[in-house]
């Protein structure tokens, strides 16, 4: 089972930030966060993922809890193409250097509106 | 391109039918998974390889599916006997053991339809 939840639905304005929700409340301390989106009827493309600092690339910027048990994926400007079901997941490390397979949720639908 | 490609990407069978995916993952990955993902769910995951070996299927996965990755570089995915229940999408991702928390990738996926 998915160890994240997420917000079925959200909408964004284009050109604002959206930020989507994740609970992990039972995260441990080798499990790291990730994030996904899929597009419709593309697979899913990766964005992001963290262990307990916050990150920044190109896409987006995820925010951690200090206790970890809850993250916020913020895409700055949204824009229609951002459109898309995220995934909030969390990793195990089963051995040094080799984690588990992913395990997906339902997600979060986000509509960027015009 | 240097992403994880997928072929077909559409295919419609009859029931009955067998159907074989192809999967072809970023050169220098050596892990390779298979999804499955029906509508409006999360992909699920059924099996994965590492090189050529088969380390892990999901008891998704039955005796009609069966995998393969003969030279560790491309997999197959083949389905016996296709059902309407077989109706999917089939992802394939790759990643690299021992790289960033071995990051999986993903491609765009085999539409399967079943008649």
């Known amino acids: 089972d998915a160890k994240t939840t997420q917000p079925p639905s959200m909408d964004c304005a284009e050109g604002r930030a959206a930020n989507l929700p994740c609970n992990h409340s039972?995260?441990?301390?080798?499990?790291?966060v990730y994030w996904y989106r899929q597009i419709h009827s593309q697979g899913p493309q990766y964005i992001i993922h963290g262990l307990k600092n916050n990150e920044t690339n190109e896409m987006a910027s995820l925010i951690i809890t200090e206790d970890r048990k809850s993250s916020t994926l913020i895409l700055p400007h949204a824009t229609l193409r951002d459109t898309a079901v995220y995934y909030c997941?969390?990793?195990?490390?089963?051995?040094?250097?080799?984690?588990?397979?992913?395990?997906f949720g339902p997600g979060t639908s986000l509509s960027v509106i015009p | 391109d240097t992403g994880v490609s997928q072929d077909p990407r559409h295919k419609i069978t009859k029931r009955g039918q067998n159907v074989t995916f192809r999967c072809d993952p970023i050169s220098e990955h050596n892990r390779l998974y298979w999804y499955r993902q029906t509508l409006g769910q999360g992909p699920e995951f059924l099996t994965y390889f590492q090189n050529e070996a088969q380390l892990e299927k999901s008891r998704l996965l039955s005796d009609r599916f069966s995998a393969e990755r003969p030279k560790g570089s491309f997999s197959t995915l083949e389905i016996q006997r296709t059902e309407q229940g077989d109706s999917a999408m089939y992802l394939c991702?790759?990643?690299?053991?021992?790289?960033?928390?071995?990051?999986?990738?993903f491609g765009p996926g085999t539409r399967l339809l079943v008649l």
């Open positions: 997941i969390v990793r195990s490390e089963i051995l040094k250097t080799s984690y588990d397979k992913v395990i």
């Open positions: 039972t995260i441990s301390g080798n499990e790291y």
């Open positions: 991702a790759s990643s690299l053991l021992g790289g960033r928390q071995e990051t999986q990738y």
